[in-house]
Structure formats: C-alpha cells, structure tokens
C-alpha cells in the first residue's frame, strides 16, 4: 500500500492503525508529527529515540516518570539536572524484596583525571540558600549507614576530606557550627577520631573536653603528656590524683 503526493493523510472516526505483520512500519519526513487529544503510546520489544543532529527535548505539563525493572544509564560529557523533587531506586514489587539502588558517578578516565561529582544547594540573591541533606532512613531492624570516604591511592598521595563550616560577613551573626555526635540507645554510640596527629583548637573561646557521665581520659600510650598555658587548674569533687607506672 503506497501514499504519495504533496499532501497525504489518513483519518478515521473511530481511530487509525498502521501495521504489519511481516517486516517493518516506518514514518519518515522533512518533519514528523504526533498528537492526540489523548494519551500517545509507543511500545515494542526495543524502543529508541535519537536526534541525529540536533538536541532532543522530552517536556511535559505534568510529571515525567522514567521506569525500568533493570538500568537507567543517563551518560554524557555534562548532566544538568535541576529542579528534581525526587530521584529514587524502584520500589520494591514483592514483600521480600529489595529496593533499587541508585549510583551516582563521575566519568571513568583512562590517561586523564576521572570525571567530578558535585552537590550545591540552590542559592539565591535575596535569602538563604538551599540546603544540603544526606542521610539513612528509619528501619525497623536497623537503619543503613552513611560513609563518606576517599579512595586509596597506588602511587599519589590520598584524597583529604574537609567539613568546614561556612563564615559569616556580618559583626553581630555567628558563622556556621559543625556537630558530629554519636546516637543514644541501651549502649549510646561511640565517636572515635584517629590519625598520625589530632589537634583542637579554639579560637575565641578555648577547648572544653567534658563527659555528662563517667570519667574523661587523657592518656599517651607512648611518650609524654603535657599540659600548657597562661595558668593550670584542676578541680575534683573526690580529690585528685597523678600516678606514674
């Protein structure tokens, strides 16, 4: 069956369907059209859309879902994706099954430097800006954990991490805190800081080591312990005492 001629068209009061049974179906053109004052479906054993030379442009008044049972590979020299209210794994289908994962990542280089990722809250001109949240949900048998962490290195030298807080231009606001406190329950948790040297400092108002229950240890387990300053005081309720092994 063949349509030709400056103007080609095919209507119906009760729909349209172009198919075959044996072989392939195929709309072509200067520019192709699809509308319909209801939904449009397109289906298949394999589906594929690809702008050959220009860009590709999916839009929508409402909400645009993309769902897979397997990968969503979105790969390309550049993402931008803004305005995201939610970007989630699947859900789980069956009662004992587990949620979709979902990985974020930079390019893999081979010769170069691999590929950044980056995480910015929205700023803006006249107020706050957004903010920044990472974190576990609640379980019911436990809740999962939260690493942040750098990869070793072969021959370089490792990655750092900073967590620094930001500062403030005005004379009578504070600049940012930072809170690292481990959880409560029948045994609280533990907060353990290690490395080759482990300083504190406090710029205006000094360093304060207190425990609300138990004792406060400062120990070296090889060489000295010193203390240091202006003057030295020490004050118990129980008295007072500096042993030597």
Same mark, same amino acid.
């Given at each position: 069956? &063949? $349509? ?8 119906? =009061? ?6 075959? =049974? ?19 479906? $397109? ?8 702008? =050959? =030379? ?9 909400? %645009? ?30 009662? $004992? ?6 990985? %974020? ?24 800006? #957004? ?11 436990? &809740? ?32 940012? !805190? ?16 290690? #490395? ?17 229950? #138990? ?15 202006? !003057?030295? &005081? ?12």
């Amino acid at each position: 069956v &063949s $349509m030709s001629g400056s103007v080609a068209s095919v209507s119906g =009061t009760s729909g349209v369907a172009v198919g075959s =049974t044996e072989g392939d179906a195929s709309v072509s053109g200067a520019d192709v059209s699809v509308s319909a004052s209801g939904d449009v479906g $397109m289906s298949g054993e394999r589906a594929s859309m690809k702008a =050959t =030379t220009g860009d590709a442009f999916i839009g929508a008044e409402g909400d %645009i879902t993309l769902s897979t049972r397997n990968t969503i590979d979105i790969s390309a020299p550049k993402v931008d994706i803004e305005g995201i209210q939610k970007f989630a794994g699947s859900e789980a289908l069956d009662a $004992m099954e587990d949620g979709g994962s979902v990985n %974020i990542e930079g390019g893999v280089s081979v010769g170069g430097t691999g590929g950044s990722l980056s995480l910015f809250g929205g700023a803006s001109d006249t107020f706050k800006s #957004g903010s920044v949240s990472m974190q576990s949900m609640d379980g019911l048998e436990g &809740s999962g954990k939260v690493d942040i962490k750098t990869g070793n290195s072969v021959n370089g030298a490792a990655g750092d991490i900073g967590i620094v807080a930001g500062n403030s231009g005005l004379t009578d606001a504070t600049g940012g !805190s930072i809170e690292i406190a481990a959880g409560s329950g029948s045994t609280d948790g533990s907060v353990d800081v290690r #490395g080759a040297s482990v300083g504190l400092t406090g710029s205006a108002s000094g360093v304060s080591v207190n425990a609300t229950e #138990g004792d406060v240890k400062v120990q070296a387990a090889a060489g000295a312990l010193s203390f240091s300053g202006d !003057s030295l &005081s020490a004050t118990t309720k129980a008295g007072a005492t500096v042993s030597s092994d």
